[in-house]
């Protein structure tokens, strides 16, 4: 199979979940009629009126833990596709997964010394 056939392929699966989708869209908005009532647009948690403002601003300290998720997410990102090559590429992909792991790590001490996984 070449790659122009792939890439068709390809772009034929992408029309066809687009379609799909748009047909499901389509058919929820002819099918569900919606209706206007004032009590849809309160603020609202757990059937109680917030007294609160609704845009509330979260706090700066969180974002210690934002950049470890992400850093972690990343991490399981690039594992799958480096554990699918590791048998042909052999000790190379090992050091550098290392290399890469080690970095992470880096990541990890420096958030712990921050006090991002402290609890507040």
């Known amino acids: ?42 603020p609202a948690s757990a059937g109680v009126l917030s007294r609160d403002p609704v845009w509330g601003r979260y706090h700066a300290r969180y974002y210690g833990y934002a950049l ?16 699918v090559v590791f048998k042909e590429v052999g000790l190379v992909a090992l050091l550098d997964m290392g290399v890469f792991l080690a970095i992470l790590f880096l990541g990890l001490l420096y958030g ?6 402290r609890r507040q």
Do not use: C, H, N
């Not at 712990?112 to 996984?117: E, M």
């Open 112 to 117: 712990w010394s921050q006090g991002a996984l």
């Open 1 to 42: 199979m070449s790659a122009t056939q792939q890439y068709l392929i390809l772009l034929g699966l992408a029309l066809g979940i687009l379609g799909a989708v748009l047909s499901l869209y389509g058919l929820a908005r002819s099918l569900g009629a919606t209706r206007q009532e004032p009590g849809k647009d309160v």
């Open 68 to 83: 470890l998720f992400l850093a972690f997410d990343m991490e399981m990102a690039y594992m799958y596709p480096w554990a």
